[in-house]
């Protein structure tokens, strides 16, 4: 298949380039190249002759006709997004704009296409989003596909908005969407301004670690190229108009996550004293969900797929790809409110 992967030179969108190139498709990566994208992420990609990348912004409809008509995809995933939550909280215009506008135009461009094509059943448009959509839950429960939305930041808001869209547009229009939504992501190539790359950077600074609140918070951890491996299954074989809630099946708080990446440098780049001993409570982010947990059930029934890393398998692999590439992360350690605190509104 040929997928028009939009956002591919960030972080998730890139694991989905370099492995859906693996596995034989044709890749059209379409991607404006703000802050956190990076094309280095695709660098071991760029010159397979199945890869091709537009620069262009999903808010520019004409950008996208041109990409839809020159490259003729047989599916769009879309997975190009505004996603920090504290920079949500700092400037919410961008997350309205980019996630709920700019999906706007990305479904007429992809339903003018699809139309002209003659509408065909094999089309799919697949929206990638996120469990925050479904708000915050107690000490029990997961998240389930017919949870109801209650977002609790402008990112989620916005990312919650982008859904809704998708679903009208197969209800009202026809069009063939399936639609996923995912808990927290990690691994290689993680922006440095989310947590596990935070913890990773600031250790091996000899700087605090900050640690938002208590570390109470519980977010369910799936590493990223299990996530990619899903995405492309469900691109593949989900059912038209279905939602998929994709889950790495491994909560953890946020102290207790920390303390284990701590006790990995310990092992592989040991000092004089334990990396938690730099662990630093900072006052919490307004409005921060207390716990995320996905119920994978319906992926795992209808398409068989389980996360195949627990989170201590991906932390020990993601620890060692930062320690491995240090020329990657200090470039991008320049860029716009990296290592600054944000979202404290």
Same mark, same amino acid.
């Given at each position: 298949m040929k997928l028009l992967i939009t956002g591919g030179a960030g972080f998730i969108g890139s694991a989905v380039v370099r492995l859906a190139i693996a596995r034989g498709h044709g890749v059209v990566n379409l991607d404006a190249l703000t802050y956190a994208a990076c094309l280095e992420n695709v660098?071991?990609?760029?010159?397979h002759p199945d890869y091709a990348f537009v620069q262009a912004d999903i808010? !520019?409809?004409?950008?996208? !006709?041109?990409?839809?008509?020159?490259?003729?995809? !047989?599916?769009?995933?879309?997975?190009?997004a505004e996603s920090?939550?504290?920079?949500? *909280?700092?400037?919410?215009?961008?997350? *309205?704009?980019?996630?709920?506008?700019?999906?706007?135009?990305?479904?007429e461009a992809a339903r003018a296409y699809w139309t002209k094509q003659g509408r065909p059943d094999s089309f799919r448009f697949h929206h990638i989003s996120t469990d925050e959509v479904f708000g915050s839950l107690g000490a029990t429960g997961q998240f389930t596909e017919t949870t109801p939305y209650d977002p609790r930041s402008p990112y989620s808001a916005s990312k919650a908005s982008s859904d809704h869209l998708v679903r009208a547009w197969h209800?009202?229009?026809?069009?063939?969407v399936v639609l996923t939504n995912c808990s927290n992501n990690y691994g290689p190539y993680h922006f440095p301004e989310k947590l596990i790359p935070v913890v990773i950077l600031n250790a091996l600074a000899g700087q605090p670690i900050p640690?938002?609140?208590?570390?109470?918070? *519980?977010? !369910?951890?799936l590493y990223v190229e299990d996530h990619a491996d899903a995405l492309l299954l469900v691109m593949e074989k989900g059912a038209n108009g279905e939602s998929y809630n994709i889950g790495g099946e491994n909560e953890r708080s946020n102290l207790d996550l920390v303390r284990t990446i701590c006790g990995i440098l310990d092992e592989k780049r040991p000092r004089a004293t334990p990396y938690s001993d730099l662990i630093t409570f900072v006052t919490d982010r307004p409005g921060h969900d207390a716990r995320y947990a996905i119920d994978p059930t319906h992926l795992r029934n209808e398409l068989g797929w389980r996360p195949s890393v627990t989170v201590e398998q991906g932390l020990e692999r993601t620890v060692q790809w930062y320690l491995d590439n240090e020329d990657w992360w200090r470039a991008l350690q320049k860029r716009d409110g990296v290592g600054k605190r944000l979202g404290t509104g």
């Open positions: 660098a071991d990609v760029a010159d808010c !520019d409809r004409a950008a996208l !006709d041109a990409a839809f008509a020159a490259h003729a995809p !047989d599916a769009v995933m879309h997975l190009a920090h939550v504290d920079r949500s *909280i700092d400037g919410p215009g961008t997350f *309205i704009q980019t996630n709920v506008m700019g999906t706007f135009h990305l479904l209800e009202t229009y026809g069009l063939p640690i938002y609140g208590k570390g109470d918070n *519980i977010r !369910d951890w």
